[in-house]
T-cell receptor
């Protein structure tokens, strides 16, 4: 069945360093890839998304890349700050609208 | 303010006692969905609805029911809750099926079934 794998499950970085989270998907029909940030005790919030007709998208310190051939996509956070500490989820969906989530990455940014 | 509202936010109850978690959105979204979140498993879809009177099973529908009588409301019903349904539940909605619009989440409902 459809599956999204996410790595790593935990990631610790020093403030100012970059963080990269990687996801792979199984359904070749997937064409929409959002990333959500979930702070402790709060709802998941969309931080960036990418559609299959685009290879890369940036929004300030956040960027997402997509490799459709390899069926993987990645989240890049540059110049990390303590407030970036949260759990990040990747997800994928195709023509059925069903959103399949990865298992999450807990990012800790140390001052 | 555009939002998805869930109630209650927290509930502790006992096995077998029927409960309903309400979800309401004020964005006129056609698509609504329920997820449960468990440690190490991410968010898994329970049920979804593409419009009024149209609902379908997600990945983990066992033990749950839903209804969609009005566009804005999508309640989640546990007819006979069991301890394995202890979890954090999120309702979400989005606009326009098939256009890959982002989903907006409610604040979550933490259920504990004793």
């Amino acid at each position: 069945g459809e599956n999204v794998e996410q790595h790593p499950s935990t990631l610790s970085v020093q403030e100012g360093d970059s963080a990269v989270i990687k996801c792979t998907y199984s359904d070749s029909a997937s064409n929409y890839f959002p990333w959500y940030k979930q702070e402790l005790g709060k709802r998941p919030q969309l931080i960036i998304d990418i559609r299959s007709n685009v290879g890369e998208k940036k929004d300030q310190r956040i960027a997402v890349t997509l490799n459709k051939t390899a069926k993987h996509f990645s989240l890049h956070i540059t110049e990390t700050q303590p407030e970036d500490s949260a759990v990040y989820f990747c997800a994928a969906s195709g023509n059925t609208d069903k959103l399949i989530f990865g298992t999450g990455t807990r990012l800790q940014v140390f001052p | 303010e555009a939002q998805v509202t869930q109630n209650p936010r927290y509930l502790i109850t006992v096995t077998g006692k029927k409960l309903t978690v309400t979800c309401s959105q004020n964005m006129n979204h056609e698509y609504m969905s329920w997820y449960r979140q468990d440690p190490g498993l991410g968010l898994r879809q329970i049920y979804y609805s593409m419009n009024v009177e149209v609902t379908d099973k997600g990945d983990v529908p066992e033990g749950y029911k839903v209804s969609r009588k009005e566009k804005r409301n999508f309640p989640l019903i546990l007819e006979s809750p069991s301890p394995n349904q202890t979890s954090l539940y999120f309702c979400a909605s989005k606009q326009n099926r098939g256009l890959n619009q982002p989903q907006h989440f409610g604040d979550g409902t933490r259920l504990s079934i004793l």
